[in-house]
């Protein structure tokens, strides 16, 4: 049952293509081509005809996932769509089920996905596991911080840097939750969607003990991902955002987590100051 929806052809892949385009009110460029087709190849691709046209569609990636030491299949679902048309006609609830029945008969313990509805995810057996909190501080806020220890250095890369942080990445506590096992192409996938840059902190001894994960956006120095294992590491990253303080107006932090960690800075108001909490899963 589950092959009579999966997409395998190049007509497929371009249709899929243009189908996620419609759907989402996205705007074709090179860069959002070569990050789709670069992501659309690993994954398990699944769409639904009616009088050959592509009507529905979505992905199911074959990932793997750290809980406590323990590796488990994971397959993250995404690009659920239907031209509008067909909405509400029950295509992605037979597209999911399709995915789902696929990932029992290969042993898939696991799947993730960001929901655009709790309801319906709810009737496939999906319920809410990760928090995200979204912070936003004026630059007028930003708290002076004061490092107490200057022997180690901080290292200013581009995306070429992601490669660099994945075994500090896998390494901590909080990424051995059910966090992602993020293997080579899907590193080299973010690279191609994102214009990021990573700032790494190394000790005196030139070992990683943190790195920052950030956007430089028109007004908004946008944090992706903040992971430190020492205090120096976090004093070192924290006083080189601040230092951004008269170039951007507004600072943001996406952090996988409902308790940030920002409670080390001195001012406690500062660290919970326009707090958000949303749902979402791992890059």
Same mark, same amino acid.
């Given at each position: 049952?589950?092959?009579?929806?999966? *997409?395998?052809?190049?007509?497929?892949?371009?249709?899929?293509?243009?189908? #996620?385009? =419609?759907?989402?009110?996205?705007?074709?460029?090179? &860069?959002?081509?070569?990050?789709?087709?670069?992501?659309?190849?690993? +994954?398990?691709? #699944?769409?639904?005809?009616?009088?050959?046209?592509?009507?529905? +569609?979505?992905?199911?990636?074959?990932?793997?996932? !750290? $809980?406590?030491?323990?590796?488990?299949?994971?397959? +993250?679902?995404?690009?659920?769509?239907?031209?509008?048309? #067909? @909405?509400?006609?029950?295509?992605?609830?037979?597209?999911?089920?399709?995915?789902?029945? /696929?990932?029992?008969?290969?042993?898939?313990?696991?799947?993730? *996905?960001?929901?655009?509805?709790?309801?319906? #995810?709810?009737?496939?057996?999906?319920?809410?596991? %990760?928090?995200?909190?979204?912070?936003?501080?004026?630059?007028?806020?930003?708290?002076?911080?004061?490092?107490?220890?200057?022997?180690?250095?901080?290292?200013?890369?581009? !995306?070429?840097?992601?490669?660099?942080?994945?075994?500090? =990445?896998?390494?901590?506590?909080? !990424?051995?939750?059910?966090?992602?096992?993020?293997?080579?192409?899907? &590193?080299?996938?973010?690279?191609?969607?994102?214009?990021?840059?990573?700032?790494?902190?190394?000790? @005196?001894?030139?070992?990683? /003990?943190?790195?920052?994960?950030? /956007?430089?956006?028109?007004?908004? $120095?946008?944090?992706?991902?903040?992971?430190?294992?020492?205090?120096? @590491? %976090? /004093?070192?990253?924290?006083? $080189?955002?601040?230092?951004?303080?008269?170039?951007?107006?507004?600072?943001?932090?996406?952090?996988?987590?409902?308790? !940030?960690?920002?409670?080390?800075?001195?001012?406690?108001?500062?660290?919970?100051?326009?707090?958000?909490?949303?749902? +979402?899963?791992?890059?």
């Amino acid at each position: 049952m589950t092959t009579d929806y999966r *997409l395998t052809s190049d007509a497929d892949r371009e249709a899929f293509y243009q189908l #996620y385009q =419609y759907a989402f009110n996205n705007q074709d460029s090179p &860069q959002r081509r070569r990050f789709f087709m670069d992501r659309y190849q690993h +994954g398990w691709i #699944y769409g639904r005809h009616d009088h050959g046209q592509l009507v529905s +569609g979505l992905y199911s990636l074959p990932l793997a996932v !750290n $809980f406590h030491g323990v590796t488990y299949k994971m397959n +993250g679902i995404g690009d659920v769509m239907s031209a509008p048309e #067909y @909405a509400g006609q029950g295509g992605a609830g037979q597209l999911l089920t399709a995915a789902l029945n /696929e990932m029992a008969a290969e042993h898939v313990t696991l799947s993730y *996905l960001a929901p655009f509805a709790y309801g319906y #995810y709810r009737r496939f057996g999906y319920e809410h596991v %990760f928090d995200q909190a979204h912070q936003v501080m004026a630059a007028r806020d930003l708290p002076r911080i004061k490092p107490t220890d200057w022997t180690g250095t901080i290292t200013r890369y581009g !995306n070429d840097g992601l490669a660099l942080i994945n075994d500090f =990445y896998a390494a901590q506590a909080q !990424n051995q939750r059910g966090g992602l096992i993020r293997p080579t192409w899907w &590193q080299h996938y973010l690279t191609l969607k994102h214009d990021w840059s990573v700032a790494i902190y190394r000790n @005196a001894d030139a070992k990683i /003990e943190g790195y920052l994960i950030y /956007e430089r956006q028109a007004t908004n $120095f946008a944090i992706q991902e903040w992971s430190t294992s020492t205090p120096t @590491a %976090f /004093e070192r990253l924290a006083d $080189f955002i601040t230092k951004h303080g008269t170039t951007f107006e507004t600072f943001s932090y996406d952090d996988p987590s409902a308790t !940030n960690g920002l409670d080390l800075l001195a001012d406690l108001y500062l660290a919970g100051h326009d707090q958000a909490l949303h749902d +979402g899963a791992n890059r």
